[in-house]
């Protein structure tokens, strides 16, 4: 079966730290850029942050820039995020994506996507909890 596994969600007090997985089963990461996409509730989805698999290029949301850090291992079929100095605001539903690198221009285009459903494949998400 193809499909993405989100780990590693919580509940994690602010200031604090958790990294979450996005494993793929069934195919290889290598030729998919990977994002990490969340949602609160009652907000729209967004794009937090993306690498690509040609270049290792990265994009980040501004607000987790310096806080969050993206990063693949090709080798583990997985993407890690890495989150630092947790906000209650970063309190959600993460989903991580994949698409086919070849279909996207730039990887802001991927975390920044005009349609949702472009995405090749979806994890069914893992929700992030920050309070104290």
């Known amino acids: 079966q193809l499909q993405l596994v989100e780990s590693g969600g919580g509940l994690v007090q602010p200031g604090g730290s958790l990294r979450v997985s996005c494993r793929a089963s069934?195919?290889?990461?290598?030729?998919?850029?990977i994002g990490w996409f969340r949602q609160a509730p009652g907000k729209e989805r967004e794009g937090v942050s993306c690498?690509?698999?040609?270049?290792?290029?990265?994009y980040y949301t501004e607000s987790v820039k310096g806080r969050f850090t993206i990063s693949r291992d090709n080798a583990k079929n997985t993407v890690y995020l890495q989150m630092n100095s947790l906000k209650s605001e970063d309190t959600a539903v993460y989903y991580c994506a994949a698409i086919l690198d070849l279909r996207i221009t730039t990887i802001q285009a991927m975390c920044v996507p005009t349609d949702y459903s472009g995405m090749d494949y979806w994890g069914k998400g893992i929700l992030v909890t920050v309070s104290s």
């Open positions: 069934g195919f290889t990461l290598d030729y998919y850029a």
């Open positions: 690498i690509s698999s040609s270049d290792g290029s990265t």
